[in-house]
């Protein structure tokens, strides 16, 4: 279903204001929590971090081949090999949050800018089939706040171990 104006502009204040929540939740976290992983296979922090960083620069991608492309394939990834293979933990944080800030501003910017008939595109995920703009959308504008409710888990799992 097509998002209306007013949905959209609604997603798109919660897609703007996403870096200055995760940012938010990493600053209450202690430095010796930052790295520290509440169970086997999950993630600390600093990982979450540098997680948000690589799934916004893939994203500012996905969403410019959804508006521009005719049928675009958007290629799913397994994020825990990311932080595998990527090794999170050695990768600076703040770097990652810059990197955060500038893609999501960036591309905020050049969705504002877009006319309505712009929107309404779909395309296909090797993941999940068909995947519009609308669904971009609504899952990036969530995908911060829900990344920083984990960050804040994380911490009250280190405070009551």
């Given at each position: 279903?097509?998002?209306?104006?007013?949905?959209?502009?609604?997603?798109?204040?919660?897609?703007?204001?996403?870096?200055?929540?995760?940012?938010?939740?990493?600053?209450?976290?202690?430095?010796?929590?930052?790295?520290?992983?509440?169970?086997?296979?999950?993630?600390?922090?600093?990982?979450?971090?540098?997680?948000?960083?690589?799934?916004?620069?893939?994203?500012?991608?996905?969403?410019?081949?959804?508006?521009?492309?005719?049928?675009?394939?958007?290629i799913g990834y397994d994020e825990n090999e990311w932080a595998r293979r990527f090794d999170y933990h050695g990768q600076d944080v703040e770097l990652a949050f810059r990197t955060i800030e500038a893609v999501r501003a960036h591309t905020v910017?050049?969705?504002?800018?877009?006319?309505?008939?712009?929107?309404?595109?779909?395309?296909?995920?090797?993941?999940?089939?068909?995947?519009?703009?609308?669904?971009?959308?609504?899952?990036?504008?969530?995908?911060?706040?829900?990344?920083?409710?984990?960050?804040?888990?994380?911490?009250?799992?280190?405070?009551?171990?």
């Amino acid at each position: 279903m097509a998002l209306g104006m007013s949905e959209l502009d609604a997603y798109l204040k919660r897609y703007g204001s996403g870096p200055s929540l995760l940012r938010a939740a990493w600053s209450e976290v202690p430095a010796e929590a930052r790295q520290w992983r509440p169970g086997e296979g999950r993630w600390s922090g600093h990982e979450i971090v540098v997680h948000c960083a690589d799934s916004e620069t893939y994203g500012a991608t996905r969403i410019r081949l959804l508006l521009a492309e005719k049928e675009p394939l958007i290629i799913g990834y397994d994020e825990n090999e990311w932080a595998r293979r990527f090794d999170y933990h050695g990768q600076d944080v703040e770097l990652a949050f810059r990197t955060i800030e500038a893609v999501r501003a960036h591309t905020v910017t050049m969705l504002r800018r877009l006319p309505a008939e712009a929107w309404g595109r779909v395309g296909r995920h090797t993941d999940s089939g068909p995947y519009s703009d609308n669904d971009w959308l609504r899952i990036y504008a969530e995908h911060l706040e829900v990344h920083a409710r984990q960050i804040r888990r994380n911490l009250e799992a280190w405070r009551a171990r």
